[in-house]
T-cell receptor, first 113, second 111 residues
């Protein structure tokens, strides 16, 4: 059962365009993380959001956590070829699921020059 | 500071064989997590070890097992390999915070 639905699965855009990746769930998460993974490497953390409604900005990347802590979005402004990669959202929960991250299926972003 | 290391980088086995994958966490981290990543997409949680104990397990058959050593390094063992076990196996570590630090992975190919 995929608890985190990530969309779109594939995204191919031109340099300079804007894009948004969505991460949705019917479950509440105590925090949500966004990772970026390049070929041959492990995922690298971009941001962690913990408060419902929270918005975090990392240069051209804007991350938002839904008010109910069930969904999140990643918006990239003026995409660059260096943004190409696999973007993964991951939710963390408390209680018996503590320590276990639930990952979305990922979004493969390709930015063309 | 050295990151999470994994060995081997690549592993080729045939069906029915056993595979052993190794992970060394970042110094000071006591938790090790194992994930399976197939087709270069989402990660499936396999196992979580902390202080030498298995703390949580994903929805995988018992032939996926592992252990954590006193120095916090970890092994993942996969018995009776099947073709669909071919994947990138990622190890991550942390020291109590939510953020996990990932290694580069071991690419397992089952022929």
């Amino acid at each position: 059962t995929q608890l985190l639905e990530q969309s779109p699965q594939f995204l191919s855009i031109q340099e300079g365009e804007n894009l948004t990746v969505y991460c949705n769930s019917s479950s509440v998460f105590s925090s949500l993380q966004w990772y970026r993974q390049e070929p041959g490497e492990g995922p690298v953390l971009l941001v962690t959001v913990v408060t419902g409604g929270e918005v975090k900005k990392l240069k051209r990347l804007t991350f938002q956590f839904g008010d109910a802590r069930k969904d999140s979005s990643l918006h990239i402004t003026a995409a660059q070829t260096g943004d190409t990669g696999l973007y993964l959202c991951a939710g963390a929960r408390s209680g018996t699921s503590y320590g276990k991250l639930t990952f979305g299926q990922g979004t493969i972003l390709t930015v063309h020059p | 500071e050295a990151g999470v290391t994994q060995s081997p980088t690549h592993l080729i086995k045939t069906r029915g064989q056993q595979a052993t994958l190794r992970c060394s966490p970042i110094s000071g981290h006591t938790s090790v997590y194992w994930y399976q990543q197939a087709l270069g997409l989402g990660l499936q949680f396999l196992l979580w070890y902390d202080e030498g104990e298995e703390r949580n397990r994903g929805n995988f058959p018992p032939r996926f097992s592992g252990r954590q050593f006193p120095n916090y390094s970890s092994e993942l063992n996969v018995n009776a390999l099947e073709l669909e076990d071919s994947a990138l196996y990622l190890c991550a570590s942390n020291g109590g915070e939510v953020r996990q630090f990932f290694g580069p992975g071991t690419r397992l190919t089952v022929l």
